[in-house]
């Protein structure tokens, strides 16, 4: 399956779902794609001499190094019947049963396997499909299906992505060479630890005794049981259970400790160290909505640990939301969000509308609140040497009487929060943008101006 028309791309990272802290309701932040995986101490932090802790808000006075423009590019999104986006290099796509992944520098599609369509929407292990289908009484949006496959499809950094055979999912590298063989009805996106779920025979009598509806009647007559297995990076089964949970990005899994139940389970790192030994499920197979898991540590109940659960603090009377720069906490109150030192003195006070773009080397995006202006700093806060940025805003939805619609503006501010442009969209109920954090030169921006309609602009640099 070859594309007629190349495209040269670059990958946008490894998550696409808006990741400002601000602007998701605390969602963990997304890491770097690039960066390798780390289970340093976040508790170091507290260790950083008082000659070297940043103890005034964070500059914004830096000036710009020039300017972004969006720039529109022929992205030929309407010439498959499904696609992602770009990660890692490389996007999934779908022309009839031919799956494949398009190269972002050849431009060229290596096919990897043949499916039936309806078959692509059983990989979810929520079993929460989401399609774009413009014959349906209720077709959905093409944001929401480019979204969804992104989140299932992207190549991994190791190149290795999911492979379907015969109705089961497993996991191959882009050459078809397969690293998990298809035995799973489903299966989570391939990273630093990857879960496939399966189902196990069991004995009439051996039911019985299994009181929580986890069991399916077979045609035999006997029951099946739900079995989660934990995949390392290299394919080995790590570890097998009725109830587990990944974070494939973040290299986290949760197993859990009573043979049928979810009061308790332990959550580890991916190379099987364990972070906290009794971390309660949630609804569905994730943690408990009082836990969060961050690139340097977790939160639980509102204490903060890091990845070899030792604690970190719990904010001195502080909302402790997040954990960035190295294992620092990132705080809310009412006037706006902050940084605090282990030992809850303020490192940075409430002057921060966002935060986002860790990465391993605790260095993150900031954005002031006063003027919007986005800038990058290191573990100890000092700012870092950055080209010229961008990130998206929306603005309040207005009536447009020539389109008869509820139009919503998108605007992109540069790394000063001043106005590059702005979009307009007619979508309803989610966001009419997808994007990777803080934009830089040559980032991809993917716009959705109605719900069937999908767009990409490039960052390139104003002449």
């Known amino acids: 399956m070859k594309q007629k028309n190349p495209l040269v791309l670059r990958a946008v990272g490894a998550g696409l779902a808006c990741a400002l802290l601000a602007g998701c309701g605390g969602e963990k932040l997304a890491p770097s794609s690039t960066a390798a995986v780390s ?7 507290s260790e950083v001499a008082a000659e070297e802790r940043h103890t005034g808000p964070l500059t914004t006075d830096t000036a710009a190094q020039g300017a972004l423009t969006l720039t529109e590019n022929s992205y030929p999104l309407t010439s498959f019947d499904h696609f992602g986006a770009f990660v890692n290099g490389y996007a999934f796509v779908v022309l009839g049963d031919e799956v494949g992944y398009l190269s972002e520098a050849s431009g060229e599609v290596t096919g990897v396997y043949t499916i039936p369509e309806d078959d692509i929407f059983t990989i979810d292990l929520n079993d929460l499909p989401a399609r774009y289908d413009p014959n349906a009484e209720f077709p959905g949006t093409r944001r929401a299906e480019f979204a969804w496959i992104t989140e299932h499809f992207a190549c991994s950094e190791s190149g290795v992505v999911p492979y379907y055979e015969d109705g089961l999912w497993g996991y191959c590298d882009l050459e078809g060479n397969v690293l998990v063989q298809p035995i799973y009805n489903q299966v989570s996106p391939f990273g630093k630890v990857a879960m496939g779920r399966r189902y196990e025979e069991m004995a009439p009598a051996a039911s019985a005794a299994n009181s ?6 077979n045609t035999a007559g006997n029951t099946r049981q739900t079995v989660y297995d934990i995949i390392g990076a290299d394919g080995s089964v790590l570890a097998s259970t009725p109830n587990g949970w990944v974070d494939p990005d973040l290299g986290y899994y949760m197993v859990d400790n009573e043979v049928f139940g979810k009061d ?12 906290l030994a009794d971390v309660p499920f949630g609804v569905g197979n994730s943690p408990s909505p009082s836990c969060s898991c961050w690139q340097d540590g977790v939160i ?28 620092l906490l990132l705080f809310h109150d009412d006037a706006g969000y902050g940084v605090l030192y282990p030992d809850g003195t303020e ?7 966002g935060i986002n773009g860790m990465a391993e080397d605790g260095s993150a995006f900031a954005r002031q609140k006063d003027t919007g202006a986005i800038r990058r700093y290191d573990a100890q806060l000092n700012e870092l040497p950055a080209g010229p940025l961008a990130r998206a805003g929306v603005g309040e939805s207005y009536a447009d009487e020539e389109q008869n619609a509820i139009v919503t503006p998108v605007t992109l501010y540069d790394q000063d929060g001043r106005e590059i442009t702005t979009l307009k969209s007619t979508m309803t109920g989610t966001p009419a943008y997808t994007l990777t954090t803080v934009l830089e030169e040559g980032d991809w921006l993917y716009f959705f101006p109605d719900n069937a309609t999908a767009q990409a602009y490039q960052l390139t640099l104003a002449q």
Not at 39 to 45: I, N
Not at 301 to 318: H, Q
Not at 347 to 353: F, G, H, I, M, R
């Open 39 to 45: 289970v340093s101490q976040a508790a170091s932090a």
């Open 212 to 217: 929580t509806g986890l069991n399916q009647s």
């Open 264 to 275: 308790s389970a332990t959550l580890y790192n991916a190379d099987g160290t364990v972070v």
């Open 300 to 327: 639980l109940d509102g204490v903060a640990y890091d990845r070899t659960g030792a604690v970190i603090g719990d904010g001195s009377g502080k909302e402790v939301q997040g954990i960035g720069f190295g294992g």
């Open 347 to 353: 490192a940075v006070p409430t002057s921060l509308s």
